[in-house]
């Protein structure tokens, strides 16, 4: 074309070659949205896959999180039992020291014969005018002997 010899004609000149542009851009659309439809697919695929690895990550975290608290709980309920036996053996062998250091045999055994010497002096003494004990006091004197025999046995006997 030649140059526009009115400013009219410049002006409608101006105004088809912008039409151009923009119907060559119109034209290219299509290919662009398609182009940005395969990308906008791509980009999807991609954030499942990571979607995926994201939750099999979590998925394996917790499995090993919950077998790693089970097995501390586990080795403290195991902590705890022991601890808890040891104390148990040990009060139990303060109990036992305790208990033979207050019914130690040898006073018992001395308290006994004491108590049956003080007995049967008593009997000798009341029964010098008859001249056999009662049954009474037979009786009493068995029931001391047997008596202390039995606490001596209970304190002696091995556990």
């Known amino acids: 074309m030649n140059a ?3 400013a009219r004609e410049a002006l409608i000149k101006e105004l088809l ?13 299509p290919d ?5 439809e395969s990308k906008i697919k791509s980009t999807v695929a991609l ?6 690895r994201y939750r099999l990550a979590v998925t394996a975290f917790n499995e ?3 077998k790693d608290l089970s097995e501390f709980a586990d080795h403290k309920i195991q ?7 040891k104390s148990l ?3 139990r062998a303060s109990l036992k020291m305790q208990q033979n250091q207050s019914l130690d045999p040898g006073k018992i055994a001395e308290l006994t014969s004491n ?5 049967f002096n008593s009997l000798t003494t009341k029964s010098k005018s008859n001249s056999a004990f009662s049954f009474r006091e037979c009786a009493m004197l068995a029931t001391i002997v047997i008596g202390s025999w039995i606490i001596l046995y209970l304190i002696l006997k091995p556990t």
Do not use: N
């Open 47 to 52: 954030i499942d896959a990571a979607g995926d």
């Open 89 to 91: 053996e040990e009060h």
């Open 115 to 119: 108590l049956i010497g003080h007995k």
């Open 64 to 66: 090993q999180a919950k």
């Open 79 to 85: 902590s705890i039992a022991q601890t808890t036996a």
């Open 32 to 36: 662009q949205i398609l182009d940005s």
């Open 17 to 29: 070659g912008d039409m151009d542009v923009l119907l060559k851009r119109a034209e290219a659309l």
């Open 4 to 6: 526009p010899s009115t």
